[in-house]
């Protein structure tokens, strides 16, 4: 490709450095996120997650947060409708653990109160009777035949047999001729990586408000990109 260097110098965006105008605010602490919205009479939301990577919920009693002054919900996944459309379970499921936690960390209740302490001693009344079950954080090991099974039956027609219910979808890509390429090739490199999940940083927490209208209708305030 050719690079015309004198165009470079004629662009007026790249290459330079382009003003932001929020970044004063950002970096002075005063630019408003999420959680900075507040709203008369707000309750306030803690959640509940498993300290496993995978258990059977026996039993989760919440008679005594609801017991406390404040709370004015608890729910859990039970309380959650079942999405009719399949495509849709993943996220009812990952939203409130039902029968099962499927990761450390996975959410299992709610509550909300009307203040963050409230809120606190409340989920620490919530008792959960877990069934601890086996299973593994490593990829490789989840998707041997014989890893314990996360989620059964969720694997698509697309994976290979043989391999385990842990792979739920398979695809595979490829472009030219391989054995023509390695024919060609000086030298051939056969090598393998493996790297951990990685996420991007936000600057703002991770927030969300909600207001609830006497028509039934709401408004929600969240974190988005």
Not at 55 to 65: F, K, L, Q, T
Not at 89 to 100: G, P, Q, T
Request: hydrophobic share 40%.
């Amino acid at each position: 490709m050719a690079f015309d260097a004198q165009a470079e110098r004629n662009f007026k965006v790249v290459g330079t450095r382009v003003t932001r105008p929020d970044g004063i605010d950002k970096v002075t602490g005063k630019a408003a996120y999420g959680a900075d919205i507040s709203a008369p009479g707000m309750l306030h939301g803690r959640i509940l997650r498993s300290p496993h990577a995978h258990a059977r919920i026996v039993s989760i009693d919440v008679s005594e947060a609801e017991k406390l002054p404040g709370v004015k919900a608890v729910v859990t996944g039970a309380d959650l409708a079942q999405p009719e459309d399949d495509a849709f379970s993943d996220v009812a499921i990952n939203c409130l653990a039902r029968d099962k936690a499927l990761y450390d960390g996975h959410a299992v209740a709610a509550v909300a109160a009307t203040s963050k302490s409230i809120a606190k001693q409340a989920i620490r009344l919530i008792k959960v009777d877990y069934e601890v079950l086996p299973h593994v954080t490593d990829v490789d090991e989840a998707m041997k035949p014989d890893a314990p099974v996360v989620q059964e039956g969720r694997a698509l027609e697309t994976v290979p047999a043989g391999m385990s219910q842990n792979v739920t979808t398979h695809c595979q890509f490829g472009h030219g001729d391989l054995d023509a390429g390695f024919a060609k090739a000086d030298k051939i490199i056969e090598r393998s990586f493996k790297t951990a999940a990685t996420h991007q940083g936000y600057i703002e927490p991770q927030a969300c408000m909600a207001s609830l209208g006497s028509d039934g209708r709401g408004e929600v305030w969240c974190c988005t990109q």
